[in-house]
């Protein structure tokens, strides 16, 4: 299943706190990883990147990786120079309350039902 960030934030009850520009691009998996260099080495293009990093490396490697939103779950903090920084790189954050564990079950059971 492939969805724009914007459909995909709706669906998941996430808020688009940074990048709102690119919110076009399209989601079709995801990746879970708190350690920067582990999800730089295994996050796929196209890949919604959830995590609880809200610090500014995540959008250095969101860039590197493709990947296309970062979503920071159970509310983490995010800094203000990471919101600038996704801003002046396109890059989508998004921020929802749930854990990666409960994000990655919703996003199972929306990737399983027919549209």
């Known amino acids: 299943m492939a969805i724009t960030v914007r459909e995909f934030a709706e669906k998941m009850d996430c808020k688009i706190v940074a990048g ?8 079709n998996g995801m990746y879970i990883g708190d350690l ?9 293009e ?9 610090h ?5 490697v969101a ?8 979503v920071i779950c159970e509310s983490a ?3 203000p120079q990471t919101i600038e920084k996704a801003n002046l790189e396109g890059i989508p ?3 929802g309350k749930m854990p990666a564990f409960e994000t990655a079950r919703k996003y199972i059971k929306l990737s399983e039902s027919p549209e």
């Open 20 to 27: 709102e520009s690119g919110s076009d691009n399209t989601v």
């Open 36 to 44: 920067l260099s582990w999800v730089m080495g295994n996050a796929k």
């Open 46 to 54: 196209g890949d919604a990147w959830v995590t609880i990093m809200g």
């Open 56 to 60: 500014v490396n995540v959008v250095a």
């Open 63 to 70: 860039l590197l990786t493709v990947v296309s939103c970062v």
């Open 77 to 79: 903090e995010i800094s």
């Open 93 to 95: 954050i998004l921020s």
